[in-house]
């Protein structure tokens, strides 16, 4: 497709199970972002890739989170021991260019821990 | 370390009045600055953006922005509001200073409101 795709649309888990969240960027573009989105709350950063490599991780909350990208275009964020407080909508975004481009966001991933 | 701040949760504008969204920033450097749009149910959507240049950022949809190097900010202007501009706006700023990372800081979001 024409933009940024990210599966699924909707996700429900129990607190502690694992989940997985996909996102497939716009063809050639080499950077790619995982934000997270909270209720009333701007996007808040959580990983970057430029190619396959992950060349900042920092806004990873703690080691329960991990993302991959191992051909340098989809990728998966995966959380494990799901917990509550990480119910909220997770954001790819993509861009040409990294640093001064624009991101090109997906309709993200609604994540609910119950 | 860089961070934006947006001071108003909601603005309320008639139609074809103008509007703006206030947007302040600190950075180390000097900024990149990026304005996004977010329709319900909608993923984010870039705006417009001020890297170098010119202080006045024409973007999409008939919006633009000023960038104040001394008032640290960048407001987000439209000359004559339409109801289809009610949405979710957000104002990301990255610090252009080596090492400081390629990530976007965003601020908490403003709700623009435009009535007939």
């Known amino acids: 497709g024409a933009g940024v795709s990210q599966t699924p649309s909707n996700k429900v888990t129990e607190k502690g199970k694992y989940v997985e969240l996909r996102c497939d960027p716009i063809?050639?573009?080499?950077?790619l972002y995982w934000y997270r989105q909270s209720l009333g709350q701007g996007p808040e950063f959580l990983i970057y890739f430029q190619g396959t490599g992950a060349a900042d991780d920092s806004g990873l909350p703690n080691d329960r989170f991990f993302a991959v990208r191992p051909e340098g275009s989809v990728s998966t964020l995966k959380i494990q021991r799901t917990e509550r407080g990480d119910s909220a909508v997770y954001l790819c975004a993509s861009s040409l260019i990294a640093g001064t481009g624009e991101l090109f966001f997906g309709e993200g991933s609604r994540l609910t821990v119950l | 370390a860089q961070s934006v701040a947006q001071p108003e949760d909601q603005v309320n504008v008639a139609e074809g009045n103008p509007l703006t969204v206030k947007c302040t920033y600190s950075?180390?450097?000097?900024?990149?600055l990026f304005w996004y749009v977010q329709y319900p149910n909608r993923g984010l959507q870039f705006l417009l953006k001020?890297?170098?240049?010119?202080?006045l950022v024409k973007g999409s949809y008939g919006f633009e922005a000023e960038f104040n190097k001394s008032q640290t900010s960048f407001h987000l202007k439209k000359p004559s509001a339409l109801v289809s501009d009610s949405a979710l706006y957000f104002c990301?700023?990255?610090?252009?200073?080596?090492?400081?990372?390629?990530?976007?800081?965003f601020g908490k979001g403003t709700s623009l409101l435009v009535t007939p």
């Open positions: 990301a700023v990255r610090d252009s200073v080596p090492n400081s990372g390629y990530a976007l800081n």
């Open positions: 063809s050639g573009h080499t950077a």
């Open positions: 950075v180390s450097g000097n900024p990149y």
């Open positions: 001020y890297i170098t240049g010119d202080n």
